[in-house]
């Protein structure tokens, strides 16, 4: 009898259909919905808010109501309308960051991987000093000193400091990719260098790429929240100046604690999502990740799905011999 | 293959690609305190090596794994640069390629690797591999398709529009094998370097693939390396066979002379080693006389560098490196064994089993 | 051996690159705002206090930007990290040498037990798959995704108050003398309860999952087939065989998480109001207090340079392919 493993073999299907099935994977769907939600309150956050985030009004320090659906500050202004404006600043920032590092990440990692020599390993030490540094104490320090910190500019920082890992990554596959036949037959049939490097190895570093842009969104992300909570931050609202002020105005020695819940849960939600959609990255590479908790159930919890075993059943479906 | 002036087989058949002395040294890494000393450890993967390819023909490379046989392919190639020796490409030196040098010469030579699995990259169709080959020697044409399923009916995988637009991984081994051939093709070559093309195969599927080559060899007039390791399959396939032992070419000849006839003691053993139905079925399935196995190649034996193993070994032999000598019995049939020095009585020649 | 010695060479190298980094970003802020605080304050400096105050933000322009290096190098070899400007007129090295004992304690405890900890859950989770143990998975990676601070927050609105167990501040009770006796360390471990399990909590996702790919694939490899097939009894395949070479990657992932864990305890500190160098670096960057930033983010760094270090040195115990240096 046929039993499901859980080693699968790579279905052979249509370029298309491929594609698809990424989506179709729960964790990825749930990711892409999530961050797609995200993007559109980036986009209309401003618009759809019930009130300006700054105005002050009467309601000083109150509790979830129906005019102020997350309460009021110690200004009376509306946390509903800051949660939905400052949105935008972590997403621009997020996805900004995330771009220069990925960027970045590519060009020295996959040069890296592919010369030979010391430009190779120069790289690679560059790389390495730059992941090695803790991250946020020299953005701190870095964004400190700015005279002006726009979104775009605490963008950049987190964007030139954090693409080692991204860079090390791929010069560990770029290397590994690089002695691969395949690439020695594309040489033989008089390849350009440049060519391979695009049309051969990278196609094959597409899955590492982007999650490596994955990460580093969650990464840029949190550590805005971190400047704008320290004190670091922007003009503009955005989830960490939210909290910095529920924490400079002692919210939590007077009980209010709805300034800063709505804040972390959202903070968290898109942690989520982002982190959904680096698992469906990974899944969909490497099927043999995929949790098959399903599967073991379904022939009675006598059975225990080992790695790599394959329990033979009788044709009843009862526990199984085989171990 | 002699570094005289006696062809291998007599014919006249135009030599393609030849190289003289090929030698391949790979340094190696120093560690601790060797980083001290001035010498420089080498591993001697291919020593003074010969090799004439011609037009039409099949010249096979026999050897174990660690020979220099697949070397001595990716140095033809000039996938690496030659440590001494020359190549010639129809007559001319062939300097180190790089650049548009290496592309204009890859137009004329081309390399089939052992892997079927690996040398096409999974994320291509075949529609892709195919049609860079074409494009980068120029040879695609006005009609693209019409090219691309020319090329896939030369290697018998018909109809081509069933396997255009095919991923790697949707196809067997011997068919992948089959688009490997038509990328080298592609480029329109005149000689083709086959690196044990079917040993990844399975056994059934080995025959249809070595005769879609002789069958190229013969229609398209290429000039074939085939590398193997099963000196079998050169007798049915190649028409000429050069047998290799730890970076030195030890035998060479016609195929059937080299494998009917064997001379060299380690020619003897791999025949021998060779499962053969009908010796086993006259009861004189004995086990072969030499053990052991090859030689490290950072430090090589002295002298011949099978004498550790060889069963006829004597003081000569572990002092200096044998010549290749003459073998009366067929033209072009050469040993570089001292059995065979002149001035040994041919007595002390020892016979040779069936 | 000579893993080892490379290793070395990259971290001294490292660190002289975190050093020259340190001198070159005060020289890069404009308007001299060190300047207006030292003219401020001058009156109650001394002269080499000035000095060194000089010598650390390369206020002195007429020297070129060599010597000035030179000089920095000089000072900071004398262990002067020049003067606090939040905590005058005590220098910079005394403030810190207050608050690492404190960040070292929460980091190291933290990381160890949350090392410990997740590779033990990730072994079991990628040993057993299609049990329960897989559903651990997406909540510990909603609670990774929630930051540090955020759950410390949490963490105090719930769980302190006047009558609870845990304090919501400071990292022993006020009144007490730092001593070796039981009254000082007990109280400093109920202090440092809630902080430590806020970190733990947070990142003990990141271990499980790692450990949990890398079991996964290790358990398909076939040394853990044979090894099931020579008939071991399952614990011993799964401890000595596949966990072992599972946790490599960890080992080594180990060192780089490092950073990320040093900066959510930062984070930590201030909301618990933990008197480690989180809380200083919080109250330096309030005041601009460059001096200060400074020392600490460079003692951080060495700090987190030559735990790397030891990592590496676990490493090469634990595989031996490095040690023959292949």
């Keep these: 009898m046929a039993v499901p493993t859980t080693e699968l073999v790579a279905v052979p299907v249509a370029p298309s259909r491929r594609r698809l099935r990424f989506v179709a994977n729960p964790k990825a769907a749930t990711g892409l919905v999530l961050m797609g939600g995200f993007v559109l309150l980036a986009v209309v956050g401003k618009w759809i808010a019930p009130h300006d985030p700054s105005r002050r009004s009467a309601d000083l320090m109150q509790g979830p109501s129906g005019a102020h659906w997350f309460g009021t500050t110690h200004l009376g202004q509306d946390i509903f309308s800051q949660v939905l404006v400052g949105t935008r600043s972590v997403v621009v920032v997020g996805l900004v960051a995330g771009a220069v590092a990925t960027v970045l990440s590519v060009l020295v990692g996959v040069t890296s991987g592919y010369l030979s020599g010391g430009g190779g390993e120069s790289l690679s030490a560059l790389s390495n000093v730059f992941l090695v540094i803790p991250a946020l104490p020299l953005i701190i320090i870095i964004t400190s000193t700015l005279p002006s910190t726009s979104d775009l500019a605490i963008a950049l920082v987190i964007g030139l400091t954090s693409w080692a890992w991204g860079a090390r990554v791929l010069r560990a596959q770029t290397l590994s990719l690089r002695r691969r036949d395949y690439v020695e037959a594309a040489r033989a049939t008089g390849e350009s260098t440049w060519r391979i490097i695009v049309f051969e190895i990278m196609p094959n570093l597409t899955a590492v790429i982007a999650s490596g842009f994955v990460s580093t969104v969650i990464f840029a992300v949190i550590s805005e929240i971190t400047l704008a909570f320290i004190g670091v931050s922007t003009g503009e609202w955005n989830w960490g100046t939210i909290l910095f002020w529920a924490q400079s105005q002692q919210a939590l020695a007077q009980g209010a604690w709805w300034w800063f819940v709505p804040a972390g849960l959202a903070i968290a939600l898109l942690g989520t999502a982002l982190s959904l959609l680096n698992f469906g990255i990974d899944e969909f590479v490497s099927p043999r990740l995929r949790g098959h908790g399903g599967t073991g159930r379904r022939y009675g919890r006598a059975v225990r799905m080992r790695v790599g075993f394959t329990p033979v059943l009788p044709a009843d479906g009862s526990r199984g011999a085989g171990r | 293959m002699t570094s005289g002036s006696v062809s291998a087989t007599g014919t006249t058949d135009e030599v393609v690609l030849e190289a003289d002395g090929l030698t391949m040294h790979f340094p190696v890494r120093r560690r601790g305190r060797e980083l001290l000393s001035r010498t420089v450890k080498v591993v001697h993967a291919v020593d003074g090596v010969d090799v004439r390819l011609r037009r039409g023909r099949v010249t096979a490379l026999v050897g174990e794994s660690g020979s220099g046989k697949s070397t001595v392919a990716r140095v033809l190639a000039q996938l690496q640069p030659q440590s001494a020796g020359r190549i010639r490409l129809h007559g001319t030196p062939v300097p180190p390629a790089v650049g548009r040098r290496f592309r204009r010469y890859t137009g004329h030579v081309q390399m089939i690797l052992q892997d079927p699995f690996a040398s096409l990259n999974p994320v291509h169709t075949v529609r892709y591999h195919l049609t860079r080959a074409l494009r980068i020697h120029d040879h695609a044409g006005d009609d693209l398709e019409q090219a691309l399923a020319d090329l896939l009916t030369r290697v018998q995988l018909t109809p081509p529009r069933r396997y255009l637009d095919r991923f790697p991984h949707e196809l067997s081994g011997g068919q992948r094998q089959r688009v490997a051939i038509a990328r080298a093709l592609g480029a329109e070559p005149e000689v083709l370097l086959a690196d044990e093309p079917v040993s990844m195969l399975d056994v059934s599927i080995r025959l249809g693939v070595l005769n879609l080559l002789r069958d190229l060899t013969v229609r398209l007039r290429l000039a074939v390396l085939y590398i193997t390791h099963d000196i079998a399959s050169a007798r049915y396939f190649a028409d000429e066979t050069h047998v290799m032992y730890a970076g030195r070419l030890v035998e060479g000849g016609d195929s059937e002379t080299v494998t009917q006839r064997p001379a060299h003691p380690y020619t003897r053993l791999l025949i021998d080693s060779a499962p053969d139905p009908d010796r086993v079925a006259d009861g004189r399935a004995e086990a072969p006389t030499a053990g052991g196995e090859p030689p490290s190649l950072i430090d090589p034996p002295p002298g011949c560098r099978f004498h550790p193993r060889c069963p006829h070994v004597m003081a000569r032999c572990r002092a200096e490196v044998p010549p290749a000598f003459a073998i009366g019995d067929a033209d072009g049939h050469v040993a570089a064994c001292w059995l065979y020095a002149a001035g040994v009585r041919p007595a002390a020649v020892p016979e040779v089993a069936g | ?326």
Excluded at chain 3, 156 to 184: H, K, R
Excluded at chain 3, 210 to 230: F, I, L, Q
Excluded at chain 3, 292 to 303: E, K, Y
């Design chain 3, 1 to 326: 051996m000579t893993f080892l010695l490379k290793r070395v060479a990259f971290y001294l190298f490292t660190a002289w690159a975190a050093v020259t980094i340190n001198f070159f970003i005060p020289r890069l802020i404009p308007g001299d705002p060190v300047q207006a605080l030292i003219t401020r304050a001058r009156g109650q400096l001394t002269t080499d206090a000035v000095e060194s105050l000089y010598v650390l933000f390369g206020l002195d322009k007429d020297e070129n930007v060599l010597h000035q290096y030179v000089r920095y190098w000089g000072q900071l070899l004398r262990g002067d990290l020049g003067l606090s400007f939040t905590f005058f007129p005590s220098p910079v090295s005394d403030v810190i040498a207050g608050g690492l004992p404190w960040t070292v304690g929460l980091v190291g405890i933290t990381t160890v037990i949350g090392f410990v900890l997740g590779t033990a859950l990730g072994t079991v989770a990628g040993w057993r798959r299609g049990s329960w143990v897989d559903l651990v998975i997406p909540s510990t990676t909603f609670l990774s995704s929630i930051p540090y601070f955020w759950l410390g927050l949490i963490a105090i609105t719930l769980l302190t108050g006047p009558d609870s167990y845990f304090p919501a501040s400071g990292a022993y009770d006020n009144g007490l003398v730092p001593a070796w006796s039981w009254e000082f360390v007990g109280s400093t471990v109920r202090h440092g309860l809630l902080p430590a399990s806020t970190i733990l909590v947070a990142s003990a996702a990141g271990w499980i999952l790692s450990m949990r790919n890398m079991m996964v694939t290790v358990g398909s490899e076939d040394y853990v087939t044979a090894a099931h097939a020579k008939g071991l009894p399952e614990r011993r395949v799964m401890l000595a065989y596949a966990a072992r070479n599972a946790l490599l990657p960890n080992v080594s992932g180990f060192a780089l998480a490092l950073g990320f864990i040093v900066g959510g305890t930062l984070l930590v500190e201030i909301v618990f109001s933990y008197p480690g160098l989180g809380l200083a670096l919080y109250q330096a960057v309030g005041a601009k207090d460059y001096p200060l930033m400074q020392g600490i983010f460079l003692i951080i760094t060495l700090s987190v340079l030559l735990a790397n270090f030891l990592a590496d040195v676990a490493y090469l115990a634990l595989d031996p392919r490095t040690r023959r240096e292949g």
